[in-house]
Structures are given as structure tokens and as C-alpha cells.
């Protein structure tokens, strides 16, 4: 059984896939508390709205006739048994499945159960301004694979120095997606792009979260 915050249809806000129906399942619980959290509600049990098991996830993401899922939180790869609904994601080849991951879980379990191509890992990589940086797997950097997405959330300057650094270290733009997403109201999105500019940033994209621009960005199930 799984405690969901919530479950809905709409268009995929950020990552490969932005601007693209999207069916998403929040799952409660977080082993992280940044300090510029925008899903806080997802933290406490108390705000679950259902609890479902594997299956019935499944049939809602089917019911929806939508390929693409987001499966988010909250922290999707802590929660006891996910590996049930994972097996019936990654059996249904029609599926395009993304797995919103805080960066502080090793996926490489998870890479080696599950070997189809339709499971997808959006890592966060917690920066300085989070206050989380030293819970951050580094084995991460080195397992993602080119379906993959690595996302580095932009608080400040000190952080985009720091993600360059990363980046470069560990060459990530030749094994995966690499995007700088900005913390809203931390940091100007013109500042991360002259900061691109400035260092040559090939092959890494700056993100908008495309739902705060749609809908009021405390919105909740859009």
C-alpha cells in the first residue's frame, strides 16, 4: 500500500518530456528537507489523500490513456514496496515512465532490476543553498545513462559554480541530460543564462517549470 498526496492529468512541467500530457502520482514522505522545498506538503502523512495499492496506481495510470507517467513527491524510491509498482510499469512497454529522484537514494538497484528502456531517472542534485548537498549520492553521477536526466536546482551564484564544477568533473553532459532549474524568487533565470554563456555550457539546457507559469505556482494537482 502506498500513501498518495495526490494523483493527476496534466501537462509534464519540467524534464524531457515538458509541455506533454503527463499522468503524475505524488507518494508521501521525504528523506530530505531543502531549505527552498516547494512540495512541503508532501512530508507529513497526515496530508495523504489515499492510500492505493501497486495495482490500483496502475489501473489509474491506464484509465487515463496518457504514455507518459511521473512518478514524484515527496521521494518515490523510499517508499516500502516500490518495486511492486515498478514491475508493472516497466512491463507495459507503452509507458514512458519518469522517476523524480532527490539525488540522495542510489538508483543503480533499481537501473539493474528494471533494464527495460521506458524507466527514466530525473536526478536532483541538491546544491549549497539547499542545506543538503552532503546527503548526495555521488555513485548516481557516474550510473545515469543517456535517457537519464540530471538536474541541478539553482539557489544562487555559489550554487551554478558548483554545478559547473560537478558537470565538468564528471563529464554528465556525455552521459545524460544536464538542465539548471532555478529556485523561484532566489535567483533571475537572465543570471544562469550569462552564467552559460560566460563558461561555454554546451549541451545543457536552463529549465522553466512550465506549471508555475500556466497555473499560480502554490497551484496544487496541475
Avoid at 509541455?19 to 512530508?43: H, M, P
Avoid at 541538491?126 to 535517457?147: A, G, H, Q, T, Y
Avoid at 554546451?202 to 496544487?220: E, F, P, Y
Wanted: one cysteine or more; glycine letters at 4%.
Amino acid at each position: 500500500m502506498f500513501n498518495i498526496i495526490e494523483k493527476f492529468l496534466s501537462v509534464d512541467g519540467e524534464g524531457p518530456t515538458s509541455g506533454e500530457l503527463a499522468t503524475f502520482i505524488r507518494f508521501q514522505g521525504c528523506n530530505l528537507r531543502c531549505s527552498w522545498c516547494d512540495t512541503t506538503y508532501s512530508w507529513d502523512k497526515e496530508s495523504t489523500s489515499e492510500v492505493l495499492t501497486a495495482e490500483e496506481i496502475y489501473k489509474y495510470i491506464k484509465e487515463n490513456k496518457v504514455t507518459n507517467v511521473t512518478l514524484t513527491g515527496g521521494e518515490p524510491l523510499i517508499q516500502r514496496n516500490i518495486h511492486e509498482l515498478l514491475e508493472l510499469l516497466n512491463s507495459d512497454e507503452n509507458l514512458k515512465v519518469h522517476i523524480e529522484t532527490n539525488g540522495a537514494v542510489n538508483i543503480g538497484p533499481f537501473k539493474n532490476k528494471f533494464i527495460k528502456n521506458n524507466i527514466s531517472y530525473i536526478v536532483d542534485f541538491k546544491l549549497p543553498s539547499s542545506n543538503m548537498m552532503d546527503r548526495m549520492d555521488f555513485n548516481n553521477l557516474s550510473i545515469v545513462e543517456s535517457n537519464d536526466v540530471y538536474k541541478f536546482v539553482i539557489g544562487s551564484k555559489e550554487d551554478l559554480e558548483m554545478a559547473y564544477e560537478i558537470i565538468c568533473k564528471y563529464n554528465l553532459t556525455s552521459k545524460c541530460f544536464v538542465y539548471l532549474s532555478p529556485v523561484s524568487g532566489n535567483i533571475e533565470m537572465q543570471e544562469i543564462v550569462e552564467f552559460m554563456k560566460d563558461k561555454n555550457l554546451n549541451r545543457v539546457r536552463l529549465q522553466v517549470q512550465l506549471h508555475k507559469i500556466i497555473w499560480d505556482k502554490n497551484a496544487r494537482g496541475v
